[in-house]
């Protein structure tokens, strides 16, 4: 099942994911140096992919020197160059312009197989070159339909085999998409109805690369969630490089205090009424990890400090809100936590949140085709956080970092049992 | 070989402007960068859609924006189709709305992170709103009204072989 997974999500390449057990000792994530912030791959290009990056800045250079490549043979007489000058001058723009995008995703799919392990990945690229190749020529001679039969498949296997999906991989999914749109324009005397509903298909096959693509970000993600050091973050997140794993003793120490501290100090606050007369912006608690922020607590200097927390995290259950966590941020975007509880307070940042002005709450996340909703702003880079969970009987493994949704789930079904 | 294959790139720009069926081409392009635009558009409501009911609704004006954004575009992409001047002009503030909006978001991006920009950002917000402009310049003249409210303009051009017009319908002829 295991081995059937990490196939179908393509996850054994191109990021090797540290183990978060603690037992795999030294991690080693290329690329990156201890220290560095991980994000998930959705909003980078990994690094097998950054040689197709070169060949995309260079491709209209490129381009512009086989036209004209071309052109001289022709003007010497060369059969072949003729016709090829002959047929692209005679095709519609649409089609020229669809021919080039297909043509350029075909390029850089030939360059992944020469920047990636062998494997059967690398075969799934050079039959997909091959075939993109075909199919731009096609476009060009007017063989239309087996032309978009092979982008659509190809669009299709980035659905299924593309995971983890990064900024190169929907880059190339965009062009073909854009081509696949220039061959469904929409013409007077097109009675098919199989040409008419083209344009509809086009939309089918953008909300499904998306969709595809929200989960392949998402099926790469560390087991628990992705706060934790050495782990695959979920998108918009951030999480340092990490040396190890194993807290020193007096790292633990530290932690400790630190949390028993904050489960002392939230105790007034179990009542948001309480909260929101104390400053926090509680507003309607909705799901289980509503943020109430308390803005004058927000840049005032104090980090880490149990007494001054800068929000307070409830969950809304069927017996009214309770308080699960807190959440310590650091006063600017570029400040770091600080680092005594070692790899047991982890701090995160978070990427490319979309933040709604009206009203003003987090929106979403960028969505893969790189915007945010309408009238909400993408906030590109966070200041660092770190979340406690305060709640009783809360595992010692779980004090800080990620909550458990399914221990969480669990907790509030007793609360159920403890009412009836 | 065609005629097309053989003639100047500055020859066929200006036989374009006195011929705009040869500009046909352009629309059909802009229509498929427009549609584009707004299934992308239509994907981001669906997406704003499952954080709404996530959020029971907390943040439906977002919904109700992209969605009505997404209805927009589709609609400007049929109606540059049909050469509606409101298309061209509606679409040209949307794509200067997008590109500058989108060129903030990535300068901050590298400002803030400082990593170099993403693909995506950059392709959907930059140079896909770029392209469209350029473009929408390139087809003015398909646009009727736009062409008749500016009579004197259109028949100031230069001729095909880039002399001067030998009459002027508010000057008189040219000595």
């Known amino acids: ?420 | 070989m065609s005629d097309d294959a053989n003639m100047s790139r500055r020859s066929r720009r200006a036989v374009e402007e006195h011929e705009p069926e040869k500009l046909e081409g352009w629309l059909d392009v802009m229509w498929a960068v427009v549609f584009l635009q707004g299934s992308i558009l239509v994907a981001t409501s669906l997406e704003s859609l499952v954080i709404n009911i996530g959020t029971g609704f907390a943040i439906a004006p977002i919904l109700l924006f992209t969605s009505l954004a997404a209805f927009i575009t589709l609609m400007t992409a049929k109606g540059l189709r049909r050469r509606r001047s409101w298309a061209r002009r509606v679409t040209i503030v949307t794509e200067w709305l997008v590109l500058v909006v989108g060129a903030a978001e990535v300068v901050a991006t590298v400002a803030l992170a400082g990593t170099a920009p993403q693909l995506m950002p950059v392709a959907v917000t930059v140079v896909m709103p770029i392209a469209v402009l350029v473009g929408m310049r390139r087809i003015r003249v398909l646009f009727p009204e736009e062409s008749e409210a500016k009579p004197a303009l259109r028949e100031d051009e230069a001729t095909i072989d880039g002399s001067l017009p030998r009459h002027h319908s508010m000057l008189g002829p040219i000595t």
């Open chain 1, 1 to 420: 099942m295991r081995v059937a997974a990490s196939l179908w999500f393509h996850a054994d390449e191109p990021i090797v994911v540290p183990s978060s057990d603690g037992s795999g000792g030294a991690t080693v994530l290329e690329g990156f140096n201890i220290g560095d912030n991980v994000g998930n791959p959705l909003y980078t290009v990994v690094n097998e992919h950054l040689a197709a990056v070169v060949m995309l800045l260079l491709l209209p250079l490129l381009t512009w020197m086989a036209i004209r490549f071309v052109r001289v043979l022709a003007n010497r007489g060369m059969p072949r160059a003729v016709g090829i000058r002959v047929k692209v001058a005679d095709a519609p723009l649409n089609r020229r312009v669809a021919a080039l995008a297909v043509a350029w995703s075909a390029v850089l799919h030939a360059v992944l197989v020469f920047s990636h392990d062998v494997s059967f990945y690398t075969a799934l690229y050079a039959a997909g070159a091959a075939a993109l190749g075909w199919a731009a020529w096609s476009i060009v001679s007017a063989r239309r339909r087996s032309a978009v039969s092979i982008v659509v498949v190809s669009i299709a296997a980035y659905w299924f085999l593309g995971a983890p999906p990064d900024q190169l991989g929907l880059f190339v999914k965009l062009m073909e998409l854009l081509a696949l749109a220039l061959l469904a324009i929409p013409t007077a005397d097109a009675q098919r109805r199989l040409r008419r509903m083209a344009p509809a298909g086009v939309v089918c096959l953008v909300v499904l690369t998306s969709f595809a693509a929200w989960i392949g970000a998402f099926a790469t993600v560390g087991a628990d969630g992705g706060h934790h050091g050495g782990e695959f973050p979920s998108p918009a997140t951030l999480v340092p490089y990490v040396e190890r794993l194993e807290p020193t003793p007096a790292e633990a120490a530290f932690a400790d205090e630190v949390y028993w501290a904050t489960v002392a100090a939230v105790g007034k606050y179990q009542d948001p009424s309480a909260a929101q007369a104390a400053g926090y912006d509680v507003g309607t608690i909705r799901g289980l990890d509503h943020h109430a922020q308390n803005p004058d607590l927000v840049g005032d200097g104090r980090i880490l400090d149990p007494e001054y927390l800068e929000s307070l995290i409830y969950a809304e259950t069927p017996h009214g809100p309770i308080l699960v966590g807190v959440m310590f941020e650091t006063d600017g975007i570029w400040d770091t936590g600080p680092t005594d509880g070692g790899p047991i307070i982890m701090w995160h940042r978070h990427e490319n949140v979309c933040f709604s002005l009206l009203p003003p709450a987090i929106a979403g996340i960028e969505s893969p085709f790189g915007i945010c909703p309408l009238g909400s702003l993408n906030i590109p880079y966070t200041g660092e956080m770190v979340h406690a969970w305060t709640l009783p009987g809360m595992p010692e493994e779980d004090h800080w970092g990620h909550l458990d949704d399914e221990w969480l789930e669990a907790y509030i079904r007793g609360l159920d049992q403890h009412d009836r």
